[in-house]
């Protein structure tokens, strides 16, 4: 179990912790067949398969060897052409039709005022609508109205799609290209991102460190803001070497919180959250009584 520390519950019950999510949630989901919707690794691996040239599979295999997971997914998406490669993402993330798994619905009732999510699919955010009746926004990267948005009234809820939707398939930002051309044309969305993580505790669920949004954000406030509040990170316990930690914690502004599990048991990571609700839960009723907002 996860030793949450008390600062990061009140900030959650304060409504001043933005919730990260990344593809390791929407591990949690299966559809009616059992099916699990791929990490972006996994996706990539499969997708070499369909390249029909040999130079650019062999190359494509290489990159992913060295994790530059983006120009893999460049050289991959080059090769197959956009129609084809499109056609593959969807099959993986929009056909499936994934169910939302107890993790969802844990993380909704945290209450945060904002989420932001890299994930491609619609797993949370249709949990959420279900639930919320429609009245949680969801908005895209390239929304002209996303600062309207999370400058509104402090009862809003709203999803933020920072990698676009499948919805959009076209507008994925998922490849070397992608990300170069969404930081020139979003530039003001990104200035929003780094205002968000001076102003919020990030806590990130289901993330990787490799994530290049995650460690430009972070490493940036890192340097920027040496002494300032770290956010904070879950992660499987020895999924990260000791001195890689330290580094992280270093470099990164983060606390790594650590859970129990073995191979594709995240058990206690649910087991975890469904606590921390609890102790936002009645830390918010300690505000409300003592009104010390």
Same mark, same amino acid.
């Given at each position: 179990m996860i030793n949450w520390p008390q600062v990061l519950v009140d900030d959650? $019950?304060?409504?001043?912790?933005?919730?990260?999510?990344?593809?390791? &949630?929407?591990k949690n989901s299966r559809n009616? #067949?059992?099916r699990i919707p791929k990490s972006w690794l996994e996706f990539l691996?499969?997708?070499?398969?369909?390249?029909?040239?040999?130079?650019?599979?062999?190359?494509?295999?290489?990159?992913?060897?060295?994790?530059?997971y983006l120009t893999a997914c460049e050289v991959i998406k080059d090769s197959m052409g956009t129609e084809d490669f499109v056609n593959l993402v969807e099959a993986e993330y929009l056909t499936p039709a994934y169910k939302s798994a107890e993790i969802h619905e844990l993380i909704f009732k945290l209450d945060a005022r904002i989420v932001l999510t890299p994930n491609f699919d619609k797993i949370y955010e249709t949990y959420v609508a279900n639930v919320s009746e429609g009245t949680v926004k969801v908005k895209n990267y390239y929304a002209?109205?996303? $600062?309207?948005?999370?400058?509104?009234?402090?009862?809003?809820?709203? &999803?933020?799609?920072?990698?676009?939707t499948i #919805?959009?398939?076209?507008?994925?930002?998922?490849?070397?290209?992608?990300?170069v051309y969404a930081r020139s044309a979003n530039r003001d969305f990104y200035s929003l991102l780094d205002s968000l993580i001076m102003t919020h505790t990030f806590l990130f669920v289901g993330c990787g460190l490799d994530d290049p949004d995650i460690k430009l954000l972070l490493e940036d406030y890192a340097h920027k803001f040496r002494f300032s509040r770290?956010?904070?990170?879950i992660a499987r316990k020895n999924s990260i070497a000791p001195q890689v930690i330290k580094i992280v914690e270093n470099t990164m502004k983060l606390k790594i919180l650590e859970y129990s599990g073995t191979g594709a048991n995240h058990d206690k990571l649910?087991?975890?959250?469904?606590?921390?609700?609890?102790?936002?839960?009645?830390?918010?009723?300690?505000?409300?009584?003592s009104q010390d907002w």
């Open positions: 959650i $019950a304060r409504r001043k912790c933005v919730i990260f999510l990344g593809a390791g &949630v929407s009616n #067949d059992g691996s499969e997708a070499i398969e369909h390249v029909p040239n040999g130079s650019a599979k062999k190359l494509s295999k290489k990159l992913i060897k060295q994790k530059d002209d109205d996303v $600062a309207s948005v999370i400058r509104g009234k402090k009862t809003d809820r709203t &999803v933020i799609k920072i990698h676009g #919805d959009e398939p076209n507008r994925l930002i998922f490849s070397r290209k992608d990300y770290s956010h904070y990170f649910t087991e975890s959250i469904r606590e921390l609700v609890s102790m936002v839960d009645a830390c918010r009723i300690d505000l409300a009584e």
